[in-house]
């Protein structure tokens, strides 16, 4: 059946300016990591970006091997918005990222030159569009003169592949490094995308979020809820539909005694605001203004309308905010360190 938008689709979303950019992003976005590759039947994941759209989330995001297999996330997000969002793009940001191994060969991850510009072109072959509004730089590599990775980016942008840069899980040096070359081309280069949630705190170490407001660069904080734990959904083992049991990116070891007695402890707080554990994790990542957007993933419909709801209550008291602090430790589940820490 042919979708029509709801007329009241921004009624209730809060919108927040990325940092001292023209850019509003919602504060919830939709990515697609998991549940939008080919082990997923497109029916969910139309219903997924129309219940998106409708509650008002305006931007979605992918990355080149988004799946599986690599590509497909971007092939189904290309034929949501050729069947369902033709007419509706220029009310979408829409972004991808290229860093993480795509295809075989010397050229197929990283950060060339070589490769950022042609896995662009790539993502939007598939994504049926003429540009994307933000491009990333998925990871900082270490190999490659980080001037050559930024000038991609600035060509992607000049080119009319893009109309903004971002950078994702660069640590604080590295992001200083790469505004210093970025100001110098005159990029906008206007966001950062790195993990965060009450499990998974490196930011906050590494003085991120402060570096980022102090330069003026927005943040959309990518698996607020810890791929899922920050739910009730493994509170009593672990469901067969989750993605821990999926053998991907969600590793048993995570559900250590540990981090589920603290996630139980955080719960038993979140039931006493009145919000699912989601939506407490969500409210928290954007406590503070340095935070643009909370970047979230979703398999079910009514995951998105949970998440959502978070947005009723974004405030905390400063009680709430120190019992919280007593559980959300680091629960060593940050699987992009590695990229972090180079
Ligand atoms: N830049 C990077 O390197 C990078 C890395 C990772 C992710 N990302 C981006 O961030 C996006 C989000 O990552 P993520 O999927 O890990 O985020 P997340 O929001 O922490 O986890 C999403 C998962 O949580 C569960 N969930 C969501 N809402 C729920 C609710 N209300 N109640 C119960 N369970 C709920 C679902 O798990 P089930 O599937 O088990 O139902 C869902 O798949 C990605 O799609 C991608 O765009 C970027």
């Keep these: 059946m042919d979708y029509q938008p709801l007329d009241h689709r921004y009624d209730k979303m809060i ?79 829409i972004s991808s990222k290229a860093g993480y191994n795509m295809w075989p060969g010397p050229y197929g991850e990283w950060g060339s030159r070589k490769y950022l510009i042609s896995s662009c072109d790539q993502s939007l072959k598939r994504l049926g569009l003429d540009y994307v509004d933000i491009f990333y730089s998925h990871r900082f590599d270490p190999n490659t003169p980080l001037e050559e990775t930024m000038e991609a980016l600035d060509h992607i942008v000049r080119s009319g592949r893009a109309l903004y840069v971002g950078i994702s899980s660069y640590n604080t040096q590295r992001t200083r490094e790469a505004y210093k070359i970025l100001k110098r081309l005159g990029t906008p280069f206007i966001i950062h995308q790195p993990s965060y949630s009450m499990l998974n705190r490196w930011v906050e170490k590494d003085n991120l979020l402060d570096t980022l407001d102090d330069l003026r660069i927005g943040s959309i904080v990518f698996s607020p809820l810890a791929q899922g734990m920050l739910t009730q959904k493994y509170l009593g083992g672990i469901p067969e539909d989750s993605r821990a049991n999926q053998n991907k990116s969600l590793r048993p070891q995570f559900l250590s005694e540990e981090n589920i007695e603290n996630i139980r402890q955080l719960n038993r707080i979140a039931e006493s605001r009145g919000q699912s554990l ?53 629960g060593d589940i940050n699987i992009w360190t590695q990229s972090a820490e180079l």
């Design 15 to 93: 919108y927040r300016r990325c940092g001292q950019s023209g850019l509003h992003l919602p504060a919830i976005s939709l990515g697609m990591w998991h549940n939008f590759g080919d082990d997923h039947p497109h029916s969910n994941k139309q219903a997924i970006c129309r219940k998106a759209f409708d509650l008002g989330i305006t931007h979605f995001d992918l990355a080149n091997n988004y799946g599986p297999p690599p590509g497909s996330a971007e092939l189904a997000f290309g034929r949501i918005l050729k069947e369902d969002f033709r007419g509706y793009r220029d009310e979408m940001i």
């Design 278 to 330: 989601a939506q407490m994790a969500i409210a928290w990542v954007l406590r503070s203004e340095k935070v643009t957007s909370a970047l979230i993933g979703a398999s079910k419909v009514s995951q998105v309308e949970d998440c959502v709801a978070a947005l009723s209550n974004l405030t905390f008291t400063q009680d709430e905010l120190k019992e919280i602090d007593r559980y959300a430790k680091d």
